[in-house]
């Protein structure tokens, strides 16, 4: 059995390591407000970027633009989005396995896989997987230079054929306590919807070049929503994840301090067990 030193000492480690997990918790909990802003205030412009989408692709149905164009899917790239750091709970580990239960749908062999993150690289690397394309760092917010980065990789290896769809595996914020992995099919774009096939509109210059404009900033678009999304889901879910060790540490503190008082007092009992009987050998 531990002595009332060493279980003192421990209760002073657990002290000392919970510290460091309020500190993470707190920070957690104010990154995941400004990026919970960030993700929330990417919405409006998506949905607005997706219907203009749909009532320009139903006026303009003759149009075939190379985004378009459905194949069947014998190469798939696909993006695997975690996080940078660990200590979020189980937030990568879904990412991972629904990366792996995607890719061996599709065959490892049809798939040309990006990890995003340091964590995804690691992991993928680990697994023998070609880290040519990956992207060895997310940040704590959304980087433009990176969203256009993917974006133009993307549509430059679809257009060219190199692959015959785009697909992100990645973790949407629906809540702080909740958060939902999914795989987002990213091109060939699909505009979802009838609106606006009775309008007429007139195309100034033209169709093809309003399109050529339109589409590469839909799929930034896209792409910058799923970073935003993974980022604040990651702080949620770290802010949970220290909240819980935080709670864990109390427990354990006090059960060991409950562990020192008991020990405390047999020790004090014995003590006086013992000038008793010293007191009564010398009467």
């Not at 985004?67 to 937030?91: I, M, N, P, Q, T």
Request: charged letters at 25%; glycine letters at 6%; hydrophobic letters at 45%.
């Amino acid at each position: 059995m531990a002595t009332l030193k060493q279980i003192r000492r421990r209760i002073r480690s657990v002290q000392s390591t919970q510290q460091i997990t309020k500190a993470m918790e707190m920070v957690a909990a104010a990154k995941l407000r400004k990026a919970q802003a960030r993700a929330e205030a990417a919405g409006p412009y998506a949905r607005k970027m997706e219907q203009a989408l749909v009532n320009l692709s139903a006026a303009a149905r003759s149009l075939a633009h190379p985004l378009f164009e459905k194949r069947e899917a014998r190469r798939v790239l696909v993006h695997v989005v975690a996080s940078d750091k660990g200590l979020c709970g189980a937030f990568n580990t879904n990412v991972f396995r629904r990366a792996e239960e995607h890719v061996h749908e599709l065959g490892r062999e049809n798939v040309v896989l990006v990890p995003v993150g340091k964590r995804a690289c690691a992991h993928f690397g680990r697994r023998g997987w070609d880290m040519s394309q990956a992207v060895p760092r997310l940040g704590d917010r959304v980087n433009l230079g990176l969203v256009r980065s993917l974006g133009r990789a993307a549509v430059e290896l679809f257009t060219s054929g190199a692959v015959d769809r785009v697909d992100f595996v990645s973790t949407r914020f629906v809540t702080t306590a909740t958060r939902r992995v999914e795989v987002i099919s990213l091109i060939p774009i699909t505009p979802v919807g009838e609106e606006g096939g009775g309008s007429a509109y007139i195309f100034e210059p033209d169709a093809e070049t309003i399109f050529r404009d339109l589409l590469p900033r839909y799929v930034d678009t896209r792409i910058l929503s799923v970073l935003a999304n993974t980022l604040a889901a990651e702080f949620a879910a770290r802010m949970l994840s220290m909240g819980n060790a935080n709670q864990n540490a109390d427990e354990m503190i006090s059960s060991l301090t409950l562990t020192a008082n008991k020990l405390r007092q047999a020790a004090i009992t014995r003590e006086l067990s013992e000038i008793v009987g010293g007191t009564a050998a010398l009467e």
